[in-house]
């Protein structure tokens, strides 16, 4: 089970999809509003625009919020300019990780990411030094409850996904970025509600946690995703279920 499935199954559970909602909206509507400023207000013209509207269509957010954003990033209503940085690094264990933020300081924003990096057992790298270790694609998670296996690899692979593989009681479904907003909607007008649904950075490889480094990991990613100007969060981290288990009861 990969690191990343390891995350988003984490956050799910937990509820904090739920829970951080305000949050979740705040980081789609800066990333539609940077797509809209890059390459302009059009859906149909602006893939990554157009990637970023189907992220937050698949976290039911309401077209008034979605419109607003764009036209904040076309200049048709006035809004804050966000600088975009990716930083690398490495976790407890010497995971390898990734970072995207939005930030209209880039100086405090590097600084307050080194220091959560150090806080928590790990460090940022030169620019590079972990990157070719992911690949960009299409990450959606269907609870198992949802829909029954022969129905679901229908549709996906209909609407033109390339993967999907079983985790626990979750399906995981793989597509290209340029496909994941016909994989989403698919699955929604069919009466689907994908538990996870984004354009992610997945890991090719992975490194297994236990003990202290396993906890100071998901301590890391937690307070990472709750900065204000993290966009995401990319690890290759490897937890087994009971040793997650263990850790949930030890806090």
Request: aromatic letters at 6%; charged letters at 25%.
């Amino acid at each position: 089970m990969s690191g990343h499935s390891k995350w988003a199954t984490i956050k799910h559970k937990k509820g904090a999809l739920d829970a951080k909602r305000g949050r979740i909206f705040t980081r789609l509507i800066k990333e539609i509003t940077v797509a809209a400023r890059m390459g302009g207000g059009d859906v149909d013209a602006n893939p990554r625009l157009r990637t970023a509207v189907a992220a937050a269509k698949a976290e039911n957010m309401p077209a008034d919020n979605i419109k607003r954003a764009i036209q904040k990033g076309t200049g048709e209503l006035p809004g804050t300019t966000y600088e975009e940085a990716v930083y690398e690094g490495y976790g407890p264990g010497g995971v390898a990780m990734m970072v995207e933020v939005a930030t209209d300081n880039k100086n405090r924003t590097i600084s307050e990411i080194r220091h959560l990096f150090s806080k928590h057992g790990g460090n940022l790298g030169e620019n590079g030094c972990v990157a070719w270790m992911f690949q960009k694609k299409g990450y959606i998670v269907v609870e198992k409850s949802a829909a029954d296996e022969e129905t679901l690899l229908n549709l996906i692979t209909e609407a033109g996904a390339d993967d999907m593989v079983e985790d626990g009681s979750n399906w995981e479904i793989f597509c290209s970025a340029a496909a994941f907003p016909r994989v989403v909607e698919r699955l929604k007008a069919a009466g689907i509600t994908p538990a996870v649904a984004e354009v992610s950075m997945v890991p090719q490889s992975h490194v297994k946690l236990t003990g202290k480094e396993a906890g100071q990991m998901l301590r890391l990613m937690e307070e990472l995703e709750d900065h204000e100007d993290v966009q995401h969060v990319y690890a290759n981290f490897d937890i087994e279920e009971n040793e997650l288990a263990a850790l949930a009861q030890a806090k």
